[in-house]
């Protein structure tokens, strides 16, 4: 039933476009094409469609290489899960070849990676443990890490070369150090910085922790951190992996650090790889520190096919 307030339009009053005259973001020479069995990595990448994320694939991996070449820092940031999920020796590899100037972690990351160097295995069932006094309780984990940035502290040393140190000093009693991206961080001399937030890790509430240790450590690891960031000035890049809200929060405020002592910053590169968009890290690593000259990417999606595609786009693709 017709309504007398709101009378129908007439469709015949409608004027359209011929499509020619029309401008269309999508092309069809912009879609994706299959690929021959044993194609190549870089058929791989020139096979995807040339819209959206695969475009943003692209150009990410050539502004990567560019940066390289200008040796510019590749700064890395990882959250915990890059290590549950099997990516160390991906990292490790990228590490060898020239792709990582320096890493940011949490310090979940660390004690993930410490367990693997020393045990071989880590994760735990928290839902199994948490209420029976058993989660977070290992002993080893607590006690060594503790006693690394101890020892770290008194050399002044931040946690991420501390850990690294005592991992390459010991690596003769490990049987898995091998698989340790800070084992090897050391190893290669990377710098690695580790950013703690006091009562999140389980080895805060260990016998051995120092407040005071871990405070002493996690402030010459920001400092490190913002002494890199200032190298970024003429174009680097950070990459942030698996971290919703502590890296990109540290990354802001290494850039404001450096910002606040007169050192601009133009044409910076960053991407956000994680498995649903978060608040910080779309402000914080993508849109706020690129300015007009720098570019941010998100990509969402699972660490364990993401990480790697993009490794083996770097290694692969001719730059």
Known sequence: MPYDKYPLLNREHLQTIPIESRHSTVHAA????????GATMATWLDSLPHLMAGSDLRELVSRLTAIRQAEQPIVWGFGA???????????????ERGWISAIAANGAFMIHDFEIALAGATSEDVAAGLLHGTYGNTEETGLFLNLAQREGHKEGMGAGEAVGFYLNRTSTRLAHAEA??????????????????????????????????????????????????????????????????????????????????????????????????????????????????????????HHELMVPLLAAALVHVPA
């Open 81 to 95: 899960h890059v290590i549950k999920v099997g990516l160390a020796p991906v990292i490790i590899d990228l590490m």
């Open 30 to 37: 912009d879609f994706a094409h299959p690929v021959s069995p």
């Open 180 to 301: 340790s991206v800070l084992y090897h961080a050391y190893r290669l001399h990377i710098p690695v910085t580790i950013h703690p937030a006091i009562g999140t890790d389980f080895i805060h509430f260990h016998p051995m922790f120092s407040g005071e240790v871990t405070g002493a450590l996690a402030e010459r690891d920001f400092t490190l951190l913002a002494s890199i960031v200032a190298r970024m000035n003429a174009g680097g890049a950070f990459l942030n992996v698996g971290s919703a809200v502590i890296l990109p929060e540290v990354f802001m405020k290494a850039i404001a650090c450096c910002t606040g002592q007169g050192i601009t910053f133009s044409g910076i590169t960053t991407a956000v790889f994680d498995f649903v968009k978060h608040y910080r890290p779309t402000e914080n690593v993508v849109r706020r520190p690129t300015g007009e000259n720098g570019r941010g990417f998100y990509f969402v999606g």
